[in-house]
């Protein structure tokens, strides 16, 4: 089971910082993908890292502001949020899948996170 943590309220400009930490398994193996969800919209893909972290993939929207980065000692997944925008609002969720490389594709991740609300203020 996949819990991501670390949402809440920030004015636009600062910065916050996910976890997804994994209960009963370890993730460690497991290539990693947040996406997000915003009032009223479909979710959408955020960035995806694989089980050694050596590759990463992110969405054009976010790179340059959003990293993700994983500690397999810690069994831990993090976002890394900077200079966050009000569109940048949403439930964040984590999701993993048993593959090598990192992935878009919502679909082919089997293992998912309750999420955790990220609002950005103007």
């Known amino acids: 089971q996949l819990q991501a943590c670390g949402g809440g309220l920030v004015q636009a400009g600062g910065s916050l910082r996910l976890s997804c930490a994994a209960s009963g398994r370890t993730i460690s193996s497991y290539t990693t993908g947040w996406f997000r969800q915003a009032p009223g919209k479909e979710r959408e893909f955020v960035a995806s890292i694989n089980w050694s972290g050596g590759s990463t993939y992110s969405a054009d929207s976010v790179k340059g502001r959003i990293t993700i980065s994983r500690d397999n000692a810690k069994n831990t997944v993090s976002l890394q949020m900077n200079r966050l925008k009000p569109e940048d609002t949403a439930v964040y969720y984590c999701?993993?899948?048993?593959?090598?490389?990192?992935?878009?594709?919502?679909?082919?991740?089997?293992?998912w996170g309750q999420g955790t609300l990220v609002t950005v203020s103007s």
């Open positions: 999701a993993a899948i048993d593959v090598g490389r990192p992935s878009r594709i919502e679909n082919e991740y089997k293992y």
